[in-house]
């Protein structure tokens, strides 16, 4: 009933945008009128993110979460990082339909951006980790990604004296520092780093007229009108809520494979049957191919296959357009990572399998 009503609501504000719009003279007063609506949907992405779960983020738990994102001995193979499939040089993505994991075996679903992962309510496409701690641990853990155990994670840190120090500056309080959990929390605050700030459109929201052209705007008046936020809303324009991929029309079974129920996985619940997390749309232009089945390259055409399949309507090739440039201004300012400088491995550390 809640998805309803929400449907209703939008449905109904969606009206009140068409109206105004079709009153709109000028390219300024459509900024402004636009801006007055898309407040109350939107919020640009913060400068930064100081805690999670209520807990500070520390200086020395950010350095260490980001020498463990990039560090692929946490991998039984020792040659698969969290930065393998979430690459900090590709907007958070590997560009690929599907990650290639551990023995060259490739996993179900199309690796999302872990840019402003953070603005997520949950994480993975069907939404099984409550937050970026739990996500951390799941591939470590799963044998087609880096095939890991928490054993083998926490003496493989434990045998390199340099993890041994970073860790106790990290979490001073705990008696023993070095601990699955605590590599999970390093890398959750790393990643709490990773947002992109200052897109054309986070200018927009806070007040800028010039920051999009009118192809832009008249696509943010076509993502209102038409009902794209239904579900994408928020700071991160998305990942707040589950919907049914094929609300209106199904799409082509290599779009939408049968075998893959999404939610319905996690919950044991038919009714959750190919509900998919909404994607966030944050840096969309950058992390193609989309979707969990990773199987649309283009972005056009991903507009296109989502107005058939979740609003039942085909929009013309000029509509189309403008939802896209509209969709590349929420590329924001990609983070700047060095690669850190991993502490060496010793004579007990455990070797590459």
């Known amino acids: 009933m809640k998805r309803f009503v929400v449907t209703l609501a939008c449905a109904g504000l969606a009206v009140a945008i068409s109206s105004v719009m079709a009153q709109s003279s000028s390219v300024a007063e459509k900024a402004q009128e636009l801006r007055e609506m898309a407040v109350n949907l939107f919020q640009p992405i913060p400068g930064s993110v100081t805690e999670v779960r209520g807990q500070a983020i520390s200086q020395p738990?950010?350095?260490?979460?980001?020498?463990?994102?990039?560090?692929?001995?946490?991998?039984?193979?020792?040659?698969?990082?969290?930065?393998?499939?979430?690459?900090?040089?590709?907007?958070?993505?590997?560009?690929?339909?599907?990650?290639?994991?551990?023995?060259?075996?490739?996993?179900?679903?199309?690796?999302?951006?872990?840019?402003?992962?953070?603005?997520?309510?949950?994480?993975?496409?069907?939404?099984?980790?409550?937050?970026?701690?739990?996500?951390?641990?799941?591939?470590?853990?799963?044998?087609?990604?880096?095939?890991?155990?928490?054993?083998?994670?926490?003496?493989?840190?434990?045998?390199?004296?340099g993890y041994a120090d970073m860790f106790r500056q990290a979490f001073p309080s705990d008696p023993q520092p070095v601990t699955f959990d605590n590599a999970a929390r390093a890398i959750e605050a790393f990643e709490t780093t990773l947002i992109t700030p200052n897109s054309k459109f986070d200018q927009f929201l806070q007040g800028s007229d010039t920051a999009m052209n009118a192809q832009e705007l008249q696509g943010l008046s076509l993502f209102m009108e038409e009902g794209c936020i239904t579900c994408h809303t928020g700071v991160n324009l998305g990942g707040q809520t589950f919907f049914p991929f094929g609300l209106i029309n199904k799409p082509h079974p290599s779009i939408l494979p049968t075998e893959d129920t999404g939610r319905a996985g996690v919950t044991k619940q038919a009714e959750d049957d190919y509900f998919f997390r909404v994607a966030p749309l944050r840096n969309i232009a950058l992390t193609a191919p989309y979707f969990h089945s990773g199987q649309i390259w283009d972005l056009s055409e991903a507009v296109s296959v989502m107005s058939d399949a979740q609003l039942g309507q085909k929009l013309s090739p000029e509509d189309v357009g403008a939802i896209t440039s509209f969709l590349g201004t929420l590329t924001g300012d990609q983070p700047k990572v060095e690669y850190p400088l991993l502490p060496p491995s010793s004579g007990s550390t455990p070797r590459p399998d």
């Open 61 to 161: 738990q950010i350095t260490l979460g980001k020498a463990l994102y990039f560090d692929p001995r946490l991998s039984r193979s020792q040659t698969i990082s969290c930065n393998s499939c979430h690459n900090l040089g590709t907007a958070g993505v590997d560009n690929a339909s599907k990650s290639i994991g551990h023995n060259w075996q490739r996993g179900d679903r199309n690796s999302p951006t872990v840019l402003n992962a953070v603005f997520n309510a949950a994480q993975f496409w069907d939404g099984r980790a409550a937050d970026l701690k739990e996500q951390a641990k799941g591939p470590l853990v799963n044998p087609v990604e880096m095939n890991s155990t928490e054993e083998l994670v926490e003496s493989t840190l434990r045998s390199i004296p």
